[in-house]
């Protein structure tokens, strides 16, 4: 009963222009992009994101670039002009079409790897984690916004997409079901690796890549009500500052409250 009403919801809820779309589609990725132009109250929550990124990262060398992975309807560009956008899809928003898996990167080329809502999306979290040592400059960042594994988040992303599952459970870090850049994804990947797992990370990735910091997103409030880029937006525009005031209040119970989780990895030789 409780699994119709939430497709009902999600049925009644979802953005027009999004209905009976692919999810690997490059339109969707163009509809996206729209639809986060058009939403305040989403573009808020992008730029707590953006800024607490820049926040964690290390200052780039003249040699050394920044680059974001999986930039898909992001607007990074605007707040971090000298950043390389790109995707895995070919697109001319982006500067460049990368695969996390295989990035077209010389060897201690990129001082910063950003990423929101990708990692959970690659098929190979550990070949991804090895390109990221070889890509990265000394003392280089890779700063990942993935899924929190709260109670309230873990419940939201459980319920909200049909194209992805969140299964803190599953064995191995490898995710046969990916077939395309956005379907099939386990939004518990980071959980996974980074907290279940941390000590098995930690073997594997010894004396090249250190935790350095996971930190809660404050911006659950906006990004929830927002709609996402997927779903309507349900409360209006001048609520911003209040659930921004309300956020910071609330921010004792992050852990509990927080839909996405800052990653932090540091290249440790």
Request: net charge positive; charged share 25%.
């Amino acid at each position: 009963m409780g699994n119709k009403i939430i497709k009902i919801l999600q049925n009644i809820f979802i953005e027009e222009k999004v209905r009976g779309q692919n999810v690997n589609d490059n339109d969707l990725l163009l509809i996206h992009r729209e639809i986060l132009k058009k939403k305040p109250m989403l573009r808020s929550a992008f730029m707590y994101f953006y800024r607490e990124m820049l926040n964690n990262s290390t200052a780039a060398k003249e040699n050394e670039i920044d680059i974001e992975l999986g930039s898909g309807a992001g607007f990074f560009k605007d707040i971090h002009p000298k950043i390389k956008t790109s995707d895995i899809r070919k697109s001319p928003n982006f500067d460049l079409e990368v695969n996390a898996l295989d990035m077209p990167f010389d060897n201690n080329a990129v001082k910063n790897i950003y990423a929101i809502n990708v990692f959970h999306h690659l098929s190979d979290p550990t070949k991804f984690l090895n390109e990221c040592y070889r890509v990265l400059a000394d003392d280089g960042r890779v700063i990942l916004v993935e899924p929190h594994n709260g109670f309230f988040s873990s419940f939201i992303h459980k319920k909200l997409h049909k194209d992805e599952f969140f299964d803190t459970a599953v064995n191995d870090w490898k995710n046969n079901l990916i077939k395309g850049p956005l379907s099939g994804a386990n939004q518990a990947m980071s959980h996974i690796v980074f907290t279940r797992d941390l000590d098995r990370f930690n073997k594997i990735f010894e004396n090249k890549l250190g935790l350095s910091k996971k930190i809660y997103m404050h911006n659950w409030l906006r990004y929830l009500f927002s709609g996402g880029v997927n779903f309507k937006q349900t409360l209006p525009n001048f609520m911003i500052p209040i659930f921004t005031l309300i956020e910071k209040i609330l921010n004792p119970f992050a852990k509990h409250l927080s839909l996405h989780q800052m990653i932090v990895i540091k290249k440790l030789n």
